[in-house]
C-alpha cells in the first residue's frame, strides 16, 4: 500500500500541499519514496497547558506545527524523524483522554486525539511506520529517550524537596533527566546530556547525584515514565522556552 503511493501523483499532490501551508518558514517535505500516511488536529500537552497542533505522518518523519488557520496555515515546523521514536499509551485522565506519549531522544511529550478510534489508529499507524523503518535499515529501536516533562500545574511545591511552594518569585524550572517540576535550589547543577544537548543541562540534585556516580536508575518514586525532556530552546510554545 505504502510503497504503491509513493510515486503516486496524489501523494506528491498532498505532500505539496503541506509544504504550501507551511510556507517558506517549513522544510521541503518532498523525497523520492515519501509518503503522507495521516494526518489530523492532536492535543499535545504542552508546559502549561494542553494545546492543538496539527501533525502529519509520513512513512519516515512525523511532522507538526501551530495551527494558524486550519487546512491553510501552520507554523512552527516540527520535524521528528520516526526512526528514533518510541510510543506509549496514556491512561485517561479527567479531560485529558485518549492520550500517547510521543518519545525520542532528545524530545518526549504526550499528545490526545479526540476519540479512542483515532487514538488507536495513530498509534497502529505510527508503529507500522516505525518497525517498517527499522525493518528497512536493519537497527534496533532507540533505547534512551529523553524525559516527559511534568506539567507546571501538576506541581504547587518542588516535587523534590517537597517543601518550596512556586511563586513569582520562586519560580519552577525542569529537571531534563527525571522531567520533574523543581525549586531553585533543588536544580542549581548542570549535567552533560549528549542526547539533548551539546551544552550541560538543567538536572534536580537526585538526579545530578545518579548521573555523577553513574548510577542510571529512573526514579522509583514517581510511578509514571516522567524522565527529562530537551532543554531545546526552539520549542514550539512560548511559553515554554524558559525553563
Ligand atoms: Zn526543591
Ligand atoms: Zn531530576
Redesign the pocket.
Known amino acids: 500500500m505504502v510503497d504503491r503511493l509513493a510515486n503516486s501523483e496524489a501523494n506528491s499532490k498532498r505532500i505539496g500541499f503541506v509544504e504550501a501551508c507551511f510556507g517558506t518558514a517549513g522544510q521541503p517535505l518532498a523525497i523520492p519514496g515519501r509518503v503522507l500516511i495521516g494526518e489530523g488536529v492532536l492535543t499535545k500537552l504542552c508546559r502549561k497547558k494542553p494545546k492543538a497542533r496539527q501533525f502529519f505522518l509520513f512513512n519516515d518523519i512525523l511532522v507538526y506545527g501551530n495551527i494558524v488557520i486550519l487546512k491553510k496555515k501552520y507554523n512552527k515546523q516540527h520535524i521528528i524523524p520516526l526512526e528514533s521514536v518510541t510510543i506509549d499509551t496514556v491512561d485517561d485522565e479527567g479531560e485529558l483522554r485518549n492520550g500517547w506519549l510521543i518519545k525520542t531522544p532528545t524530545k518526549s511529550f504526550a499528545v490526545y486525539a479526540a476519540t479512542a478510534t483515532e487514538k488507536s489508529e495513530w498509534m497502529s499507524h505510527i508503529s507500522k511506520c516505525v518497525s517498517d523503518l527499522l525493518e528497512k535499515s536493519g537497527k534496533s529501536p532507540t533505547g534512551e529517550h529523553a524525559?516527559v516533562w511534568v506539567p507546571d500545574s501538576e506541581a504547587t511545591v518542588c516535587m523534590?524537596c517537597q517543601k518550596m511552594k512556586f511563586t513569582p518569585v520562586n519560580r519552577r524550572h525542569h529537571?531534563?533527566?527525571?522531567?520533574?517540576v523543581?525549586c531553585g535550589p533543588c536544580?542549581e547543577k548542570k549535567f552533560l546530556l549528549p542526547s539533548q544537548s551539546s551544552k550541560p543541562v538543567r538536572?534536580?540534585?537526585?538526579?545530578?547525584k545518579?548521573l555523577s556516580t553513574g548510577a542510571s536508575h529512573s526514579?522509583s518514586r514517581h510511578g509514571l515514565e516522567y524522565?527529562?525532556n530537551n532543554g531545546m530552546s526552539d520549542d514550539d510554545d512560548e511559553d515554554d522556552s524558559s525553563d
Open positions: 524525559a523534590r529537571c531534563r533527566k527525571c522531567g520533574f523543581v536544580s538536572v534536580c540534585e537526585f538526579c545530578y545518579q526514579d524522565s527529562s
